[in-house]
C-alpha cells in the first residue's frame, strides 16, 4: 500500500470538518483549497525540520543561488498502457466523493455511487478496498469492497460507532488512519472522538478488519494505542505515536517497549496536535523520527532534531540538531533514513533554501533556493521532488532533484494536488481543469517522457485521492 502524506492528511482534514456537526452544517467548497493547504503546511512539519545546528556539525556547502534547471518539455498527455514491470493498481476518489479502481491495461471502474466516501485504503494485493463513509460528517460507518465491484460490506456500522464508549462532552465517535497491514488480508483503523464545536481528542486504540470475513476486532483498547500507528515494512512490529511518546509493539499487541521516546508538546498554531512519523528502516530493526521545537515560530532559537530508535527496545539516539525559523515547509527523512531534506526560511518574503542534509553529519548542501514547497522523495532515496513558484504572477512548477545532480522540470502540472513516486522514473499525480466546480484528471508521468492519463474524474467540490500497489 502507497500513500502519499497528503492523501492521509486530506481524509483527517476532512474528518476534522465534521468537529462542529450538525444536520445542516456546511463546508465552504470555496475554501477547502486554501484551509487543506494551511493545515498541510503546519502538520507536514511532522516530517519536515529545519536547519543546522548539529552536534555534529555538518559541512556546509556554499550558500546555493538559484539551482541552473534544465526544463524537459512536457507532452501531451496519452491513454497508453504501462508497460511491462509496471503493473499497477490504483485505488482513488473523484471530486464527486465515490470510490474507483483502476489497473494496467484496464478502463477505470467506479467502485461506489453513494458520493459519501472519504478515506480509503487499497489491500496489499490490490483485491480489496477498505473505506470509510460519513452523512454530514457525523453519520460514520467503515466498508469493504473487492476491486471488481463486488462484496460491498458494511464491517463497522454507525450505530457501532455510537455505541464506543467516548469522553462525556463528546457528540460522536469516527474512524481514523485507514490502513492494512502489510503483507496480510486484515485492515487497520483508530478513532477520534470530536464535539459540538472545534477540537478532538484521540481514542489512542488500535482495531482490526478481517479482510476475509469483515469481523472487527480490538488490538489495543482505548488509551492504549496511539493517536498514529506505523506498521513495520514486514508487519511484525508497531509503532505508536502519540502527543509526547512513541511506543513499540509486536503487532499481536505482545512485547511493549514503551516510552522509546519522548518529547515535549508542539505548539502547532492549529487545532490539531503534533504527532512524530517516524521511518522505518527496510529490515524492521530501527526507526528514525523528526522531533519538532516546541515553539518554531515563537522561539525559533530552539533546535529541532533528528532521532533514532532500536526497535528492540532501549534508549533513543539523537543524530542531528535543526532550526526552523517559522512554521515553514519542514522536512523529511529519506525512506533508506540516510537523508534530510529540509528547509530553511531565509528572509520575509516567502524565499527558502531546501538543504539536503546526511544524516551523519558529513554534509549539508543548499540545493535549491525560491519560494518552495517539499513533495516527496523518489523511490531512489538520492532523487526528490519539490515545487517552486517563478516570478510574480506565474504559476507553480515541479522539479526533481537529485544529490549531485542537477534538478530538471517534470511534466507534471504547475500545481499537482498530489504527487507520489512509483518506480524507477515513473509517478503519479492529480491535476485540474481549474473550472468551478473543477474536474480531476490522474496521471502517470515519466521523467523526460508523456504522462499517461489514466482516468478523466468527475467534477466535484471534494478532494480527489489514490493510493496504489504494484
Request: net charge negative.
Amino acid at each position: 500500500m502507497n500513500k502519499t502524506f497528503l492523501t492521509a492528511l486530506t481524509g483527517f482534514f476532512f474528518l476534522l470538518a465534521g468537529c462542529s456537526p450538525s444536520p445542516t452544517s456546511q463546508i465552504d467548497p470555496n475554501q477547502l483549497s486554501t484551509i487543506a493547504a494551511e493545515t498541510v503546511d503546519a502538520a507536514l512539519a511532522a516530517t519536515r525540520t529545519a536547519a543546522p545546528v548539529a552536534e555534529n556539525t555538518p559541512t556546509q556547502a556554499s550558500s546555493a543561488t538559484q539551482a541552473v534547471l534544465i526544463t524537459a518539455t512536457p507532452q501531451p498527455a496519452t491513454a497508453v498502457p504501462v508497460g511491462p514491470g509496471m503493473d499497477l493498481q490504483i485505488a482513488f476518489t473523484d471530486g464527486q466523493g465515490n470510490l474507483w479502481y483502476w489497473k494496467s491495461g484496464n478502463d477505470p471502474l467506479q467502485l461506489t455511487h453513494s458520493s459519501d466516501v472519504y478515506d480509503f485504503a487499497l489491500s496489499p494485493d490490490g483485491s480489496m478496498v477498505f473505506f470509510s463513509r460519513a452523512v454530514d460528517f457525523v453519520a460514520n460507518s467503515l466498508w469493504l469492497i473487492n476491486n471488481d465491484g463486488s462484496g460491498e460490506r458494511e464491517v463497522m456500522s454507525p450505530a457501532d460507532f455510537d455505541g464506543l464508549p467516548r469522553p462525556a462532552q463528546s457528540i460522536g465517535t469516527a474512524p481514523t488512519q485507514l490502513g492494512w497491514i502489510p503483507n496480510k488480508p486484515i485492515a487497520a483503523f483508530s478513532t477520534v472522538h470530536y464535539f459540538n464545536g472545534p477540537g478532538f481528542i484521540a481514542g489512542d486504540d488500535l482495531r482490526l478488519v478481517d479482510g476475509a470475513t469483515g469481523l472487527v476486532s480490538t488490538l489495543l483498547e482505548p488509551g492504549k494505542g496511539g493517536g498514529m500507528y506505523y506498521y513495520s515494512p514486514d508487519g511484525s512490529q508497531i509503532a505508536l505515536v502519540t502527543p509526547n511518546q512513541i511506543d513499540l509493539i509486536n503487532s499481536d499487541g505482545s512485547n511493549r517497549r514503551s516510552a522509546v521516546l519522548n518529547y515535549d508538546n508542539v505548539l502547532m498554531y492549529t487545532e490539531s496536535p503534533f504527532y512524530a512519523q517516524p521511518v522505518w528502516s527496510a529490515d524492521g530493526t530501527k526507526l528514525r523520527v523528526i522531533l519538532l521545537a516546541p515553539d518554531r515560530l515563537g522561539k525559533p532559537e530552539d533546535p529541532s532534531s533528528v532521532w533514532e530508535i532500536p526497535a528492540a527496545g532501549g534508549k533513543a539516539v539523537k543524530l542531528l540538531d535543526f532550526h526552523l525559523n517559522g512554521l515553514g515547509p519542514g522536512a523529511s527523512i529519506s525512506p533508506n533514513l540516510l537523508r534530510l531534506a529540509y528547509f530553511q526560511n531565509v528572509n520575509t518574503g516567502g524565499q527558502q533554501d531546501l538543504h539536503i542534509a546526511n544524516l551523519d553529519g558529513s554534509q549539508d548542501q543548499v540545493y535549491a533556493s525560491g519560494s518552495l514547497n517539499w513533495v516527496t522523495w523518489a523511490d531512489d532515496p538520492k532523487r526528490f521532488v519539490w515545487t517552486q513558484y517563478g516570478e510574480v504572477g506565474s504559476g507553480r512548477q515541479t522539479f526533481l532533484g537529485g544529490v549531485g545532480q542537477d534538478p530538471i522540470r517534470l511534466g507534471a502540472p504547475q500545481a499537482p494536488l498530489d504527487l507520489a513516486w512509483v518506480k524507477g522514473d515513473h509517478f503519479l499525480f492529480l491535476n485540474n481543469d481549474g473550472a468551478t466546480p473543477p474536474a480531476w484528471s490522474l496521471y502517470l508521468g515519466t521523467v523526460g517522457g508523456p504522462n499517461q492519463l489514466v482516468a478523466d474524474l468527475p467534477a466535484g467540490n471534494g478532494f480527489p485521492k489514490f493510493e496504489f500497489v504494484r
